[in-house]
């Protein structure tokens, strides 16, 4: 069975460092959303991709977090510097093309995450 | 815009005993409505789907779900609940279409089971 890959399952850095985190979607899905997890809260969107492109990173903090998606199937999740309250599990999920009304298309598959803390 | 609300933190049910856990929406048109299961340090697991049709709908690993429109509702239950079953469960509503299709996920409700 198909399934999202992330990593570092973990990561652990200081303040003001730099880390990154990588996704690699199902094979075929045009579609990958980047989430946020703070501890005993739901995931939130921080961005979404169709293909290469950036279709909404309205709730991404761009003075610090930047995503790319070059050749848009793999993703790079990238923080800097990072700071205390940025620590979470950083879910990756991947759906097919979306395209008109909810439908299996919609559906979104979600990797095993990278529990990030920072220190 | 769309929200969820889940009014349980914590639930602690004995193993074998029947379980439900309550998600209340709110969204101004059709909702396509979803459960995920998420076991400790994991990732999302869809267990069950609402999108049309019977507002019964069946799950794996032997749950289901009802939509009620009128109360805006789409509750979880089970009717036996075994030890693997602990975990954090997130109900969520799908909103938009095409490119702007979003999820946006309730707080989450803890289960523990006890044997």
């Known amino acids: 069975e198909a399934e999202v890959a992330q990593s570092p399952r973990y990561k652990i850095t200081e303040k003001s460092q730099a880390v990154a985190f990588w996704c690699d979607p199902i094979s075929g899905h045009a579609t990958l959303y980047w989430y946020r997890q703070i501890l005993g809260q739901g995931p939130e969107l921080l961005v979404q991709?169709?293909?290469?492109?950036?279709?909404?990173d309205s709730q991404l903090p761009k003075d610090r977090f930047s995503a790319e998606r070059l050749k848009g199937v793999d993703s790079t999740l990238k923080i800097q510097p990072a700071e205390l309250g940025d620590s979470a599990m950083y879910l990756c999920a991947s759906s097919k093309r979306l395209a008109g009304e909810w439908s299996s298309y919609n559906e979104q598959f979600f990797g095993p995450g990278t529990r990030l803390t920072v220190l | 815009a769309q929200s969820v609300t889940q009014p349980d933190i914590h639930i602690t049910v004995s193993e074998g005993a029947s379980l439900e856990l309550r998600c209340n929406y709110s969204?101004?048109?059709?909702?396509?409505l979803f459960w995920y299961v998420q076991s400790p340090g994991q990732g999302l697991q869809l267990l069950l789907k609402y999108f049309s049709g019977d507002t019964l709908v069946q799950g794996i690993k032997g749950f289901e779900a009802e939509f009620k429109r009128s109360q805006s509702s789409f509750n979880l239950r089970k009717p036996s609940v075994h030890w693997s079953d602990a975990a954090e469960y997130f109900c969520a509503v799908g909103a938009g279409t095409g490119t702007a299709s979003k999820l946006t996920f309730g707080t989450g409700t803890r289960l523990q089971v006890t044997l």
């Open positions: 991709f169709q293909d290469e492109s950036v279709v909404d």
């Open positions: 969204y101004g048109a059709t909702p396509y």
